[in-house]
């Protein structure tokens, strides 16, 4: 049982003491790799690490061919500034043809994290010779995989997966006892500007978790077009989380007074504390019609635009 950290209890500067010493104890005088995909947890986690090991921490973007536009570009280039340097490592070929051909979507979860934890971290790892990988598994991944609600591709142990013996190297998970607005506060001591560390959470999966039915890099890039109009977009309302997401069925559409079988992008703007319960956000009417304009001008292929207004639970925050 993981014993829980809220934020009313959480002592930033204690918390950021232990865990560093923590992660030295379980490096050694080694070397450990850092999981960082730009979203406040990795990044997080990235920066306690190199609190503690320094130089012997290498921390690594993987370009899973999945993430926002310029995300791995950007993400390096921050982390520079910070002093961290950061390889990028391009394994889109990788996970297209790991992803190719499933619709179902734990099929599609476990793809990605063999794709990840076995094939190119497990390459990376030998190569480097180091033992341990940084990630940053927060409770909410851990609540939700147990409870069978949906497979969280970061969480192994409590599945009773020992990464040692699957992938060949430790995991190391010092941000397990907070959830997000834990994880948010230790980044802000942890010296993250806040564009990182009040950063919208973005899945492990990244876009693949937000196109239902088959991964397709042409899938992703209208999904990725259209999560580029609503972040723009929605960056000012305060909002927990907002995404779009790509519907699997064509629709009717028309366009250039012809009909178009299209595709069907779906919008959700949520209010949250912790994502473990969820409220749309009530968005002006004027609001929802800039966004679906701005799509349908923006991703041609797309002919209808939706937005969510279901709360979690029953729904969940992601699609997939």
């Not at 948010?184 to 239902?212: D, K, S, T, Y």
């Not at 999904?223 to 972040?231: D, I, L, P």
Request: with cysteine.
């Amino acid at each position: 049982m993981i014993e829980e950290i809220t934020l009313r209890e959480l002592d930033t500067g204690r918390f950021i003491e232990e865990k560093v010493a923590e992660i030295r104890a379980a490096v050694g005088d080694g070397e450990a790799i850092s999981a960082l995909s730009g979203g406040v947890d990795s990044s997080t986690v990235t920066m306690l690490g190199h609190r503690a090991l320094g130089p012997r921490l290498k921390s690594v973007f993987i370009e899973n061919g999945l993430m926002r536009e310029g995300e791995a570009e950007r993400v390096a280039g921050l982390f520079a500034s910070l002093g961290v340097r950061v390889d990028i490592v391009d394994a889109r070929d990788e996970f297209f043809a790991a992803l190719a051909g499933l619709t179902d979507p734990e099929e599609k979860r476990e793809a990605i994290t063999q794709t990840f934890y076995k094939k190119v971290f497990g390459r990376i790892v030998r190569e480097s010779g180091a033992r341990s990988l940084l990630q940053g598994t927060i409770l909410t991944d851990v609540d939700e995989t147990v409870a069978g609600i949906k497979r969280q591709h970061n969480v192994f142990e409590q599945l009773g997966i020992d990464p040692q013996e699957a992938f060949g190297y430790r995991i190391l998970e010092p941000l397990i006892q907070l959830r997000k607005d834990g994880v948010r506060a230790v980044g802000r001591a942890l010296g993250l500007p806040a564009e990182l560390f009040n950063r919208i959470p973005f899945p492990g999966p990244a876009l693949a978790a937000r196109v239902i039915g088959e991964v397709t890099s042409g899938r992703i890039d209208t999904v990725r077009k259209a999560t580029t109009v609503v972040e723009r977009l929605l960056s000012g309302v305060g909002a927990f989380q907002y995404l779009a997401i790509l519907h699997e069925d064509r629709v009717t559409g028309m366009r250039g007074g012809k009909r178009q079988f299209g595709a069907q992008i779906e919008v959700r703007c949520w209010d949250s504390l912790d994502a473990r319960q969820a409220t749309p956000t009530n968005l002006p009417y004027e609001l929802l019609r800039r966004i679906a304009d701005e799509i349908l001008e923006a991703v041609p292929e797309v002919v209808s635009v939706t937005y969510n207004i279901a709360t979690k639970p029953p729904s969940t925050i992601e699609a997939v």
